[in-house]
T-cell receptor, first 110, second 113 residues
Framework: GIQVEQSPPDLILQEGANSTLRCNFS?????LQWFHQNPWGQLINLFY???GTKQNGRLSATTVATERYSLLYISSSQTTDSGVYFC????????????FGKGTKLSVIP | EAGVTQSPTHLIKTRGQQATLRCSPI?????VYWYQQALGLGLQFLLW???????NRGNFPPRFSGRQFPNYSSELNVNALELEDSALYLC????????????FGAGTRLSVL
């Protein structure tokens, strides 16, 4: 099956700093989603981005499908950005479930 | 519009018992997915239901089962509970289209003692 690798596994930032999280995947995808898992465990949808670039406030994401990677940018980080960020992909037409990376744990300190 | 809802929030069972977890999808969504997030193992796909049928299952033993009801809500049943079944169980829903977006509930935290 498809493999998803996220880097870095852990990231500590000072409040106000910018960061880039990376997601590499091993096969072509027709669905790529970025999630933020809050301290209570809920997965919050950030982006649906199988290709191209999107922006939402301080967050933006870019997926280069031909090179099999996606980047999540967080600018002017805030303590509320802390948590685990997951990349999840779906490949092929027959299977609809997502395959998740292991996540990047982000800690933003004041 | 209500999101994906899961119940109960927490569930405590002892080894050997059965657990039942419930999920209500977003209105209009026909697909329901179950994922397990165990400590150190990441998020793993368990089951996918659509239109009342099991469409796919992950690499889990048969004691993990479930069903989807005519209103598209779903139950996950875990029989003969083992200590390693302790995990956060997340339910997601989506439309059944190739480019689907999955939305997740808040999860049920199952503790097996």
């Amino acid at each position: 099956g498809i493999q998803v690798e996220q880097s870095p596994p852990d990231l500590i930032l000072q409040e106000g700093a910018n960061s880039t999280l990376r997601c590499n995947f091993s096969d072509s995808v027709n669905n790529l989603q970025w999630f933020h898992q809050n301290p209570w465990g809920q997965l919050i949808n950030l982006f649906y981005i199988p290709s191209g670039t999107k922006q939402n406030g301080r967050l933006s994401a870019t997926t280069v499908a031909t090179e099999r990677y996606s980047l999540l940018y967080i600018s002017s980080s805030q303590t509320t950005d802390s948590g685990v960020y997951f990349c999840a992909v779906k490949s092929g037409a027959g299977s609809y479930q997502l395959t998740f990376g292991k996540g990047t744990k982000l800690s933003v300190i004041p | 519009e209500a999101g994906v809802t899961q119940s109960p929030t927490h569930l405590i069972k002892t080894r050997g018992q059965q657990a039942t977890l419930r999920c209500s999808p977003i209105s209009g969504h026909t697909s329901v997915y179950w994922y397990q997030q165990a400590l150190g193992l990441g998020l793993q796909f368990l089951l996918w239901y659509d239109e009342g049928e099991e469409r796919n299952r992950g690499n889990f033993p048969p004691r993990f089962s479930g069903r989807q009801f005519p209103n598209y809500s779903s139950e996950l049943n875990v029989n003969a509970l083992e200590l390693e079944d302790s995990a956060l169980y997340l339910c997601a829903s989506s439309l059944r289209v190739v480019k689907n977006i999955q939305y997740f509930g808040a999860g049920t935290r199952l503790s097996v003692l």
